[in-house]
């Protein structure tokens, strides 16, 4: 099952820089670029910071390829 | 600014120590200035590398991985200890069957180097793919 992720389309909503979101997130901004281009899986830990820094349900951020989770 | 201050000067005391315990070792003195010169260098690009998260209060120790660079660390030291027992456990073969006493010092120091070249070589390699 692959992860997918719209951390970028969020991110951007939010008027967010990759370099604002991973200094909210206490992460690199490689690691938000890796996460964004879906080369970097997330741990279920930075999935959740990553949402809550983005003030958004963590399965709108993050859902699996097979439809389980809110990708609404 | 002044957060990062013990950072600089903790690593211009060990850039130091590293180069004078070179020299003491036996190396000449321009090796010892060269190394200490880039450990300092190496200490001095870390903060703006974007390979570590910056701790603005960490004091002498302000630099931490996050968990894709500790990914990517980890993978790294794994592929350099496989290849390098690999390589070790062929050499001690080689040595055993050419019926010589034992291995070498400089073809264990020559293993031994070739372990660091592979883990710097697959860290820039995963890097650089992700």
Known sequence: MILHTRLKEIRLQRSLTQEALARAAGVTRQTIISIEKQKFVPSVKLAMQLAAVLDSPVDRVFW????????S | MTATIPYYVSRVVLAVALGALLVMTGSPWWAGSLIGA????????APYSGRYVVRPHGRAMPLRRDERAES??????RNAFVLTMLVLGAVTVYYGISGLAAVPLPVLKGVLILGAVIYVTSDFWLRRGE
Do not use: C, H, R, T
Request: glycine share 14%; aromatic share 14%; no cysteine.
């Open chain 1, 64 to 71: 699996l390829e097979s439809g389980q989770g809110g990708k």
């Open chain 2, 38 to 45: 880039l450990a300092l260098a190496w200490f001095l690009w």
């Open chain 2, 72 to 77: 990517i660390n980890n993978k790294a030291a």
